[in-house]
């Protein structure tokens, strides 16, 4: 989940995410990676209060990732999408990106709904 962020839709984020916890084995990648719980449950309440998430070299040395949700009309996620690339071009336009994305947020949601 917290390398590929997917849920259930039958039951809550919350649930989700201690069903996730409980089972989950931290094994970092890299030393940006996620640890454990605590580092997880952080990060998510950071990606909640930005309204996006950032992979920074979480999986990969060198390369970050942004992600913004598609949220629908009662404000719950129901996808994401993302954009990649080599971290130092990604910290360099990183604004850049995020009003990219929510760009084509926008544009998915109109033709969606």
Do not use: W
Request: one cysteine or more; proline letters at 4%; aromatic letters at 4%.
């Amino acid at each position: 989940m917290h390398g590929n962020r997917q849920g259930d839709p039958g039951i809550s984020v919350e649930q989700a995410v201690n069903q996730y916890i409980r089972r989950a084995e931290f094994k970092p990648v890299t030393a940006q990676s996620i640890k454990d719980a605590q580092s997880l449950l952080r990060t998510l309440d950071e990606i909640r209060s930005k309204g996006y998430a950032c992979d920074n070299e979480e999986a990969e040395l060198g390369l970050t990732c942004y992600a913004t949700p598609l949220l629908d009309s009662s404000g719950h996620a129901y996808a994401a999408i993302s954009i990649s690339g080599p971290t130092t071009r990604m910290e360099a336009n990183c604004d850049r990106h995020l009003n990219l994305l929510s760009s084509a947020v926008s544009k998915i949601s109109r033709t969606i709904t």
